[in-house]
């Protein structure tokens, strides 16, 4: 390591981001050991305060993640002990709990050289858990934010989102330390990463349209998935995705924070180096196999977006034929509703009337605001202003993010 790079790391941020990168390397490792999620992520914790009292001063270790993962290994081992001893002290004679119950023989010689980063977010996906559960879980574990951070990105309490996150560890120590294979859980891990993409990129409530940290944070955890799985198609699928849609991210807002729908946007605003990312990944992940998942379709629709010079220059028939392909693989009215916008470019407003109202039968979406607004974006393209500006308005009524609702209230001002 270079004299430069050691005095960035010795500075407070360059150490932080390290150890941020490294912390869920080291839970995920104490907990394949140990099986206890909770008492792993204190002695992680404890590990991660001895290294930024040390390293500023003493110089960073030859191996920064083994020495992590020896001294959380010894509080860990230490913790055990002091419960072994607790318990001996309060056991009956007919109760007596053997020492390997809680300590291997080999616990003094902690494994440091596996990456168990995967292992940790499968387990953050234990069946036993519920999304909403499971999401906030895998942000605390594996992305490293705190309860505070994660509470205010989903505008809870943190006492509240403390609870959460406690009774998803205690129910994975209840079901145990398991992590089997199979594409059930590695389907639950994609689909957590999505929806912590998706809250990042369009914030379900609250006054800012994104929450970029949290969409960076997806990308960071997909992108140590696909270093981890470089064959599995649709984790380069999501992946690919999420690099595309990000990439629009600058211009999205307006410099005074309003919605600019994406045909309303300066693509030259638009991140080059992400979408060339996301193109490559999804181009090679099409042309190997000819089994298409649903990550990889949302992702080839967001590359002909993303290549087109403009909204009027989009490939919209291409798109179209994507989403009725996208249509057979996956069960989610979301992607039907998307799917009208399409129709009404290719074939007209009647035509993506039709798909809404299909999508709109679903209850999964009832109440959902997106179904209002783009009844009002078809209404308003076939001429009828009065009834377009009636669903704007129930639109912005409904949703709970701020620049949505001025965006609609507006639309619906227009058609006065």
């Given at each position: 390591m270079s004299d430069g790079s050691l005095r960035k790391l010795r500075s407070r941020t360059g150490i932080e981001d390290l150890l941020r990168t490294l912390a869920p390397q080291v839970l995920g490792a104490l907990v394949r050991r140990f099986g206890d999620f909770g008492a792993a992520e204190d002695a992680v914790q404890e590990a991660l305060l001895d290294a930024v009292r040390q390293w500023p001063v003493e110089g960073l270790p030859e191996s920064p993640r083994g020495w992590l993962i020896r001294v959380a290994h010894r509080r860990m081992t230490d913790h055990l002990r002091s419960e072994i001893a607790r318990r001996r002290r309060e056991e009956t004679a007919?109760?007596?709990?053997?020492?390997?119950?809680?300590?291997?023989?080999?616990?003094?010689?902690?494994?440091?050289?596996?990456?168990?980063t995967l292992t940790l977010l499968f387990m953050c996906c234990h069946p036993a858990l519920s999304p909403s559960a499971q999401v906030p879980l895998t942000l605390r574990a594996v992305g490293g934010l705190t309860t505070a951070e994660i509470a205010s990105a989903f505008l809870v309490p943190e006492a509240t989102m403390a609870k959460r996150v406690t009774r998803a560890k205690q129910k994975i120590k209840e079901f145990g330390f398991r992590v089997p294979a199979g594409p059930d859980r590695l389907g639950a891990v994609l689909h957590v990463l999505y929806l912590i993409f998706n809250e990042g990129y369009t914030s379900t409530s609250?006054?800012?349209?994104?929450?970029?940290?949290?969409?960076?944070?997806?990308?960071?955890?997909?992108?140590?998935?696909?270093?981890?799985?470089?064959?599995?198609?649709?984790?380069?699928?999501?992946?690919?995705?999420?690099?595309?849609?990000?990439?629009?991210?600058?211009?999205?807002?307006?410099?005074?924070?309003?919605?600019?729908?994406?045909?309303?946007?300066?693509?030259?605003?638009?991140?080059?180096?992400?979408?060339?990312?996301?193109?490559?990944?999804?181009?090679?992940?099409?042309?190997?196999?000819?089994?298409?998942?649903?990550?990889?379709?949302?992702?080839?629709?967001?590359?002909?977006?993303?290549?087109?010079?403009?909204?009027?220059?989009?490939?919209?028939?291409?798109?179209?034929?994507?989403?009725?392909?996208l249509a057979g693989v996956t069960d989610n009215p979301m992607i039907t509703l998307n799917q009208s916008v399409a129709e009404l470019k290719v074939n007209g407003p009647d035509a993506a009337l039709a798909v809404l109202n299909q999508a709109a039968a679903d209850n999964r979406l009832t109440g959902h605001y997106r179904v209002e607004a783009l009844r009002a974006h078809l209404l308003e393209e076939s001429g009828d202003r009065e009834a377009a500006r009636d669903h704007y308005q129930r639109a912005a009524r409904a949703t709970l993010s701020l620049p949505e609702r001025h965006y609609l209230q507006k639309r619906a001002k227009n058609l006065q």
């Open positions: 007919g109760t007596r709990i053997p020492r390997d119950h809680f300590l291997s023989p080999a616990a003094d010689t902690p494994p440091v050289e596996a990456d168990d609250g006054a800012s349209l994104q929450r970029v940290e949290l969409a960076v944070e997806a990308i960071r955890l997909t992108r140590e998935l696909h270093r981890l799985l470089p064959d599995d198609h649709e984790v380069a699928g999501l992946l690919a995705l999420m690099l595309l849609t990000h990439a629009r991210r600058a211009a999205r807002t307006s410099p005074s924070g309003e919605l600019v729908p994406m045909a309303a946007q300066d693509r030259g605003l638009w991140d080059r180096a992400a979408i060339a990312e996301g193109v490559s990944l999804v181009t090679h992940a099409l042309s190997a196999t000819d089994r298409f998942g649903p990550y990889m379709l949302q992702a080839a629709i967001a590359a002909v977006h993303d290549e087109a010079p403009s909204d009027a220059e989009t490939d919209w028939p291409q798109i179209l034929a994507l989403y009725r392909l």
